[in-house]
C-alpha cells in the first residue's frame, strides 16, 4: 500500500510539470521517404531511392537539375523502471525534421549538389518528482529530466561515374546544440534550508567539420554494390549553466559559462542491391557507429570554480554527476533489408526491416541515455512521371528490453525499453 501510494504521489506532481516534449532517441536519421520505407539504410541505392547523405556517390546518377525535400516526423516513448526508483514512461511529441538537397549536372556522368539535414536528433524528456523525508512527512517536487542532442549539417557535395563505378565527397559543415536538465537534491535542506530538490539546466552549441564519402560499383547488371563512410569529430562546446540553487542558498550567481567538448564517432556503412526482374528488387544494409574509439564520458566544466568544486560529487538522490556524463561505450550496428515493386501507373511499393543496435553498455544506461536495441518495420508508397517524385513512408520501432544491473550500474539499475513511430514525405522536382 505504501509503495501504491507514492506511485499516485509521484504521478500527481509530475503530471504537472510542463506540456509533452519528448522526440526520439535513435542515433539514426532517415534520409527521406523512399530510405525510410525499404529499411533506413538503402546504402547502394541509386538517385531515384539512395541513402546520398549515407553515400553520395548516389548522386552521380542523376541528371539535369533539381530540388528534394523531406520532411520527417519522429516520436518516441522511452519506458524505465526499477525497485528503488519506481515506474516512468517519457513524454511523447510529434518532433518534426526538414532534411533536403538541391542538385545540378553540368556535364553528363558529374553532378554537384548541396545537402542539408540532421546527422542525428537524440531527444528525451521525463517526468520527474523528488519525494523526500524529514521529521515524518514527505516533500514532493517536481522536476524537468531532459536530455536533447542536435547535430545538422551543411554539405556541398560533387559526385561522378567512371565506366561501372560511381564515387561521391561531401564537406560537412556542422551545428551541434545540447541541452541537458535534471534536478540535484540538496543536503542543506535536513538542516532547515531552502527546498529538497533544484533544478539545473545546461545549453550549449558549437560548430565542427568533417567530411563523408561513398562509392556505387555495378558489379553485373543485377547486383549492385556500394559502401560509405563519414568521419567522427569533436566539437568544443560552450554556452551557460543555470540553478536557483546557489542563488537561495549562497547568495552566488545563478547562472555561469559553461565549456566542455563532444566527440562523434566515425559512421561506416555497405549494402547490396539485387535486381531479380524489371519490377522487383531487393536491398541488404548495415551500418556502424564506432562508439567505442570516442571518449567514454562527455565533461561540463564550469567557469565559477564554486559550481566546479560543488556539482564534482554524484548527487545521492539521482545518482547524477552534474560535471560528467557517460557516453555510449561499445559500437552500435544496424543491419537491415528491404524490396521495391514497380506497379503500372509510375508507382512502387516499398518494405522493410532493420536491427537497430544501442551502443549503451550496462554501464552508461541512465533516464539521461536510455536507448535500447530496436526492430524497426517500414512501408512506403511511391510516384514518378519522370519530372516529378512523390513518395511516403510509415516506421514503426519496438525495443528490445535491457536490464541494467545493479553490479554494473549501481546508479541507474533497472529496466529499459522503448517504441518508437516514422511518418516522412518526400517530394522532388526536376528542372
Known amino acids: 500500500m505504501k509503495k501504491k501510494r507514492l506511485f499516485i504521489i509521484l504521478w500527481a506532481a509530475a ?7 519528448s522526440g526520439d532517441t535513435d542515433w539514426l536519421y532517415p534520409a527521406g521517404a523512399s530510405v525510410l520505407s525499404r529499411n533506413g539504410l538503402l546504402i547502394a541505392g ?5 541513402n546520398v547523405p549515407a553515400n553520395p556517390a548516389a548522386l552521380a546518377f542523376m541528371q539535369g537539375t533539381g530540388m528534394e525535400a523531406s520532411l520527417l516526423i519522429r516520436s518516441g516513448r522511452q519506458e524505465y523502471s526499477s525497485p528503488d526508483h519506481g515506474y516512468y514512461r517519457s513524454f511523447i ?22 545537402l542539408y539535414g540532421p546527422l542525428a536528433d537524440f531527444h528525451v524528456e ?21 536530455h536533447r542532442l542536435e547535430i545538422r549539417a551543411i554539405a556541398p557535395t560533387v559526385a561522378f561515374r567512371a565506366g561501372r563505378a560511381a564515387f561521391g565527397f561531401a564537406a560537412d559543415f556542422y551545428d551541434v546544440y545540447q541541452r541537458i536538465a535534471f534536478p540535484l537534491a540538496s543536503p542543506d535542506w535536513l538542516q532547515g534550508r531552502g527546498l529538497p530538490g533544484y533544478q539545473f539546466s545546461f545549453s550549449r552549441d558549437a560548430r565542427a567539420f568533417g567530411f ?71 536491398n541488404l544494409d548495415a551500418m556502424a557507429w564506432l562508439w567505442s574509439g570516442v571518449g567514454q564520458s562527455m565533461s561540463f566544466i564550469f567557469k565559477d570554480g564554486w559550481w566546479q568544486d560543488s556539482l564534482s560529487v554524484r548527487d545521492s538522490y539521482t545518482g547524477i554527476s552534474a560535471d560528467r556524463m557517460p557516453m555510449p561505450g561499445s559500437t ?21 526491416y532493420r536491427f537497430q543496435q544501442s551502443p549503451n553498455t550496462v554501464s552508461t ?16 508508397l511511391g510516384w514518378s512521371d519522370g519530372k516529378y517524385r512523390l513518395d511516403a513512408a510509415l516506421a514503426y520501432g519496438f525495443g528490445v528490453s535491457r536490464e541494467a544491473a545493479e553490479s554494473g550500474n549501481p546508479v541507474a539499475a533497472g529496466l529499459y525499453d522503448s517504441k518508437g513511430f516514422v511518418p516522412s514525405l518526400t517530394v522532388r522536382v526536376g528542372f
Not at 503530471?15 to 516534449?21: L, N, T
Not at 541509386?46 to 539512395?50: A, K, L, R
Not at 510529434?94 to 554537384?112: A, D, I
Request: include cysteine.
Open 15 to 21: 503530471a504537472g510539470i510542463r506540456p509533452a516534449v
Open 46 to 50: 541509386t538517385g531515384e531511392s539512395g
Open 93 to 114: 511529441r510529434n518532433r518534426p525534421g526538414f532534411s533536403g538537397f538541391v542538385y545540378g549536372s553540368p556535364m553528363q556522368k558529374l553532378v554537384f549538389a548541396v
Open 126 to 146: 521525463w517526468p520527474f518528482a523528488m519525494v523526500r523525508e524529514k521529521e515524518g512527512n514527505a516533500f514532493v517536487e517536481g522536476f524537468e529530466m531532459t
Open 212 to 282: 563523408h564519402a561513398g562509392l556505387t560499383l555495378d558489379l553485373s547488371g543485377r547486383i549492385r554494390f556500394g559502401a560509405g563512410l563519414r568521419s567522427g569529430f569533436s566539437a568544443d562546446l560552450e554556452g551557460k549553466a543555470s540553478t536557483p540553487r546557489f542563488v537561495e542558498l549562497d547568495t552566488l550567481a545563478g547562472t555561469t559559462d559553461l565549456a566542455g567538448s563532444f566527440e562523434m564517432p566515425w559512421i561506416l556503412g555497405c549494402g547490396m542491391v539485387f535486381r531479380a526482374t524489371e519490377k522487383l528488387e531487393f
Open 332 to 352: 552500435g550496428l544496424a543491419f537491415g533489408l528491404g524490396c521495391a515493386y514497380a506497379v503500372p501507373g509510375g508507382w512502387i511499393l516499398r518494405f522493410g
Open 365 to 380: 544506461f541512465s533516464m539521461l541515455m536510455p536507448e535500447v536495441d530496436r526492430h524497426w518495420i517500414s512501408a512506403g
